[in-house]
């Protein structure tokens, strides 16, 4: 059975990383994004199952007790993490998954996934980034700034990842995605264990030549 790879993708507050991944799943066939849990409340509008796996403190917590995520952190008073059984199931059934987080549950992860791909999304400039966080018309100058110095500190991580993708044009970025996930089920190993009954029909001695 083909096995997937588990793509990191990570990017500051701005950049368009969910953006560009929606756009991506719309493109290719086989990729999936992992649904992380979460302790907080479920917004109105908000899918169980589709946004987040919504669960309380105390089922978080057993997960955490029985080893249960890839990776986990506590924001604000609410837990956040990745389902390690959910993701597992997933590539073992010949899905590639990509998983949105933040360098610090990238860096938890390689750490139990070295054969990951991990993709840093930058912006392409300071002032862009603060555009387009100022463009969502819901934060005063106090709130905007502060996601500028946490941007900035997520920044300082990108040379951790093995692929950075800077997002001034979404076309041409949205492309840059796309091709390393293609790249990436072209590569031998991939290739012998999506296509092997027809690289063994092409290499059979057995064929007739045509």
């Known amino acids: 059975m083909s096995h997937g790879t588990l793509f990191i993708v990570s990017a500051p507050s701005g950049a368009g990383k969910t953006s560009l991944v929606r756009a991506l799943l719309e493109r290719l066939d086989g990729l999936q994004v992992s649904v992380s849990h979460t302790t907080r409340k479920q917004r109105p509008g908000e899918v169980d199952g589709v946004n987040y796996h919504f669960v ?6 057993r997960m955490i007790e ?11 008073d609410n837990y956040y993490g990745t389902s390690r059984p959910a993701v597992q199931a997933l590539l073992a059934a010949g899905q590639d998954v990509i998983l949105e987080i933040d360098w610090q549950g990238a860096r938890q992860v390689r750490e139990q996934v070295p054969d990951a791909e991990s993709i840093f999304v930058l912006p392409p400039s300071r002032a862009s980034l603060r555009e387009r966080l100022a463009s969502r018309g819901t934060d ?3 709130v905007i700034d502060r996601r500028m110095r946490d941007a900035i500190s997520e920044m300082s991580h990108f040379d951790e990842y093995r692929h950075v993708i800077v997002n001034d044009d979404f076309a041409t ?9 293609r790249a990436n089920r072209s590569r031998l190993e991939r290739m012998r264990d999506r296509q092997g009954p027809l ?12």
Request: no cysteine.
């Open 66 to 76: 029985r080893g249960d995520f890839f990776e986990y952190a506590r924001v604000f």
């Open 56 to 61: 309380d403190v105390g089922d978080f917590e």
């Open 173 to 181: 970025a949205l492309a840059d995605l796309e091709g390393l996930v």
């Open 140 to 142: 005063d100058e106090a």
């Open 199 to 210: 690289l063994e029909a092409l290499l059979s001695r057995n064929e007739g030549v045509e």
